[in-house]
Each structure stands twice: as C-alpha cells, then as structure tokens.
C-alpha cells in the first residue's frame, strides 16, 4: 500500500517513540524490584503491564497515522490514504484511554497496598469504582464515537456522531481532576511518618512526581482545542497525538516511579533507606563506688556492647505497610519485623563487682565473715 509521511509527523513519532521507550524501560525497573528484589508481585503491577501493552497498541496507531499522511495537508492526501489514517486516528482513541485508566487503576492499586490505613483504602476503592464505570463510559464512547462507525472517517456516510468537542474536552477535565486527587492521596499518610527528614521528604518528592501526568494532560487541552475546531484535521491531528503519547506514557512513568524505591534504596542508601544495614554500639555505665553498714566499700562497673551486621532484609526493599503511628497492624507481622530486626545481634554484657572490707574494725564481729567474700568477682 502506497504510504505518505512528512516531517511533522516523524517528528512527533519521534518524540513518541522516546516517551513510549522510557515507560518500558521503567516498567522493566519496576517488575525486576518486585519480582526479583522483593518477590512479592502485586495486583498493581500486573495492571501496570497491561497499561504498557495499550500503551504500545497505541504507538503502532500512531505509526500508521504517521506514515498515512499526518501532518499533511487534507487536500494533498489521496482518499485510500485518507482513509487508513482516520481508520488509526478512530482506533487510537479508545486504546489510548484504555492506557491512562488502566495506569490510573494501578496507582490506586498501589495506595491500596501500601498504605493500609482504612480511610486511605475506602478512599482508594471509591476511586476505583469511580474510574472503573466512567472509564467504561469513555472507552465505549470512543469506540462509537459515530453510527455507523464509517461516518468517523468518512462523512458522506448518512448518520450520527458525539460532539466530538464535548466528548474530548469532558473527558480531559475528568482526566485532571482524577490526577489532582491521585497526587493529593498519600500526602497526609507520608507527612505523619516516623521516618527522618530527609527520607520523608524523599518519599513525598517520588510520590508527588505524579504531578507531571497532570502538568501533561493540562497542556494538552490546547491541542484539542485546536483539532476540534479544525477544517484540516489531517495537518492539525500532529499535536493532539503527540501530546496523547506524551500523556499515557509519562503517566505510566511515574506509576512505577514509587515501586523503584528498592532500586533507588541500593544505589541511594543514605536518601531514600529506611533502615541501617549494620550498626555498632558500646555503652559503659559509668561506675559506682558505695559504703554499706558493714563499712565494706564497694566497685562496680558495667559494660554492655552491641554489635550488629545484617544484610537487607526483603522487607527494607519493599514499599509495602506504610502507615502513620498508631494504626492497627497484624500481630503477625509485628512478630515478623521484631524477629528480623534482631537477627545477626550479639549481646554481651560484663558485670565486675569488687568488695574490700575492713578487720581491723569488725575483727570480732560475727559479721566479720564478710572477710570470706572473694575480692573479685567476675560475671
């Protein structure tokens, strides 16, 4: 079949091309962590997978959208053409819907899991449902955006289409406004952590990264504006695809960015570790000289050394049960953690207790015994 390309179009393919690259390849980051680091993969992850698979359905769409005249101008393109390209404009839609919802789903997913607080879970189910009739509604609206489905891309066919301008612009504010809430979510849980500064603030930064997806889905209102309103949807399409590939991959990007903690936690240890890995202590209580009623003088000193090396634990490298203090957690788990806290510890503690009496002054007290005592004792 006979194909046309110009440079706008490989230009925003190009840029698509680099976005869809970095999704997979943190993807990648993201299952080697949880499957291999951690060994715990969750409902998250595997949702997050079949984002990426739609988000790469989506970059073949483009790629046929490119390479059958996007960026060209309507007239210039024959109708054959033509009409592959709006074939791939029709089917991207909905597949690049179905990325961002799902992606969505895998965040909340993620919340669900790690911050087991009730109010954070009953929250995150809300949303969940909320997504999953609306993101039901927007896919199915895509899908038949006009009846008969010809009439999308050839509008000489007799019958009806959605207002395309509405259809897009709603679904954009529903897109910003499921994002702000996402981003907000696990703020109040991270700020009540008993964790040092620095690392909180850590947490916060990766979690807040989120910020971007919205950033991507705002500018990309100005594109839409301009492909609804268009005369020449062929030439003006280039910036509304782009920013679309641009939006569902970013998205994904920064759904795995939390779950690389693991990753960042081995190369970063100092910013983003929530524990020690090995540690040593010597504390001497200082000692203590004192007379009895006998007028024996005593010495005592205590020394206790602790001296610990452990290697990581699973549970340091996973990003799981982040809740603030005082919420309810299983007893189990407690056992579990207290157990691995200790493990490699050795404890020694030396007690010397030195006791002098004095004969001259008690030589015929009974209590002279006292003299009996050994000089040294050693425990």
């Known amino acids: 079949m006979t194909t046309l390309s110009t440079a706008r179009g490989r230009g925003a393919l190009a840029v698509s091309t680099v976005f869809t690259c970095l999704a997979t390849l943190l993807v990648i980051v993201r299952i080697y962590t949880r499957a291999v680091m951690v060994k715990r993969m969750g409902a998250d992850d595997y949702v997050i997978l079949v984002s990426l698979a739609f988000s790469w359905v989506f970059f073949?769409?483009?790629?046929?959208?490119?390479?059958?005249?996007?960026?060209?101008?309507?007239?210039?393109?024959?109708?054959?053409?033509?009409?592959?390209?709006?074939?791939?404009?029709?089917?991207?839609?909905p597949i690049y819907q179905t990325s961002l919802f799902a992606t969505k789903m895998s965040i909340l997913l993620q919340y669900r899991r790690v911050f087991s607080t009730p109010r954070m879970r009953l929250a995150c189910t809300m949303l969940i449902g909320f997504l999953v009739v609306y993101g039901t509604w927007t896919i199915v609206s895509a899908w038949a955006n006009c009846v008969p489905l010809a009439k999308f891309w050839d509008p000489s066919v007799p019958g009806f289409c959605f207002d395309k301008k509405?259809?897009?612009?709603?679904?954009?504010?529903?897109?910003?406004?499921?994002?702000?809430?996402?981003?907000?979510?696990?703020?109040?849980?991270?700020?009540?952590?008993?964790?040092?500064?620095?690392q909180k603030l850590a947490l916060m930064g990766v979690f807040a990264l989120g910020g971007f997806v919205m950033i991507t889905s705002i500018l990309r209102l100005h594109s839409l504006l301009i492909i609804s309103n268009s005369s020449d949807p062929t030439y003006d399409n280039v910036g509304a695809a782009e920013w679309s590939a641009i939006e569902c991959n970013v998205a994904i990007i920064c759904a795995c960015l939390p779950s690389t903690k693991p990753m960042l936690s081995k190369l970063l240890p100092h910013v983003f570790s929530t524990r020690s890995n090995g540690y040593r202590s010597k504390t001497t209580?200082?000692?203590?000289?004192?007379?009895?009623?006998?007028?024996?003088?005593?010495?005592?000193?205590?020394?206790?050394?602790?001296?610990?090396?452990?290697?990581?634990?699973?549970?340091?490298?996973?990003?799981?049960?982040?809740?603030?203090?005082?919420?309810?957690?299983?007893?189990?788990?407690?056992?579990?953690?207290?157990?691995?806290?200790f493990s490699g510890i050795k404890v020694t503690t030396l007690v010397e207790q030195e006791s002098t009496s004095h004969p001259a002054r008690f030589a015929n007290d009974d209590t002279g015994s006292t003299k009996g005592l050994v000089h040294k004792q050693s425990f």
């Open 60 to 93: 073949g769409l483009f790629v046929g959208e490119v390479y059958h005249g996007m960026g060209e101008h309507f007239k210039l393109i024959p109708g054959a053409i033509f009409k592959v390209q709006m074939i791939c404009f029709w089917a991207s839609v």
């Open 285 to 341: 209580r200082p000692s203590r000289t004192g007379r009895s009623a006998l007028g024996t003088g005593t010495h005592t000193q205590i020394q206790a050394s602790v001296i610990g090396s452990r290697e990581p634990k699973q549970d340091e490298y996973d990003l799981d049960e982040l809740t603030p203090p005082g919420s309810v957690r299983s007893y189990n788990k407690e056992q579990q953690e207290s157990k691995e806290a």
């Open 166 to 198: 509405a259809l897009w612009f709603s679904n954009s504010a529903v897109h910003i406004t499921t994002d702000l809430l996402i981003l907000i979510y696990p703020m109040p849980v991270l700020k009540s952590l008993q964790l040092p500064k620095r």
